[in-house]
């Protein structure tokens, strides 16, 4: 029968711990406000890891070929999307003292590029969090098991967990 051993913490700094950088975290959403749990769990744990946050707007690029051609930032229009929530949610992050970077990507498949993010910037927890108000139920449990399956990192899905 195996034993467990307490004893106290070593504080001492694990080899190698200098060497490793910090892992941001990434809050996901899908072109709607972030949903309260999600936000708490973003914030709360790059205060505690000491991490920077990057709040990232994923938004459906429609095929409109002129306007993407000529006139990319009007491609979404202001009703598809809520930004003024996202740069809330941004704000709320850099007041706490957190080193907040809001990233508007337009993509064919936003939840491919939210994970192609993820793995481009090495995070260490993505929390993906649109407001269940802003997303159809079917397709927020569809993107959901894809970011689960396909995520490089530990993920977290507002509401639930």
Same mark, same amino acid.
């Given at each position: 029968m195996a034993q467990i051993l307490d004893r106290p913490r070593?504080?001492? *700094?694990?080899?190698?711990?200098?060497?490793?950088?910090?892992?941001?975290?990434?809050?996901?959403?899908?072109?709607?406000?972030?949903?309260?749990?999600?936000?708490?769990v973003a914030l709360e744990s790059a205060v505690q890891a000491g991490v920077p946050l990057i709040v990232a707007n994923m938004i459906a690029m429609p095929s409109y070929p002129t306007t993407i051609i000529l006139a990319?930032?009007?491609?979404?229009?202001?009703?598809?999307?809520?930004?003024?929530?996202?740069?809330?949610?941004?704000?709320?992050?850099?007041?706490?003292?957190?080193?907040?970077?809001?990233?508007?990507?337009?993509?064919?498949? *936003?939840?491919?590029?939210l994970l192609e993010l993820t793995l481009e910037r090495d995070a260490g927890l993505l929390v993906f969090g649109p407001d269940l108000k802003g997303v159809a139920r079917v397709r927020l449990r569809y993107a959901a098991r894809i970011v689960r399956k396909n995520a490089p990192c530990l993920v977290w899905v507002a509401p639930d967990g």
């Open positions: 070593d504080t001492a *700094p694990l080899p190698g711990a200098a060497n490793r950088r910090a892992r941001p975290v990434v809050l996901g959403t899908l072109a709607v406000r972030v949903h309260p749990n999600a936000e708490r990319r930032e009007y491609a979404t229009l202001p009703h598809e999307e809520d930004l003024d929530a996202v740069r809330e949610t941004a704000a709320r992050a850099a007041a706490l003292g957190i080193k907040t970077e809001l990233l508007r990507i337009s993509s064919p498949h *936003p939840v491919r590029a």
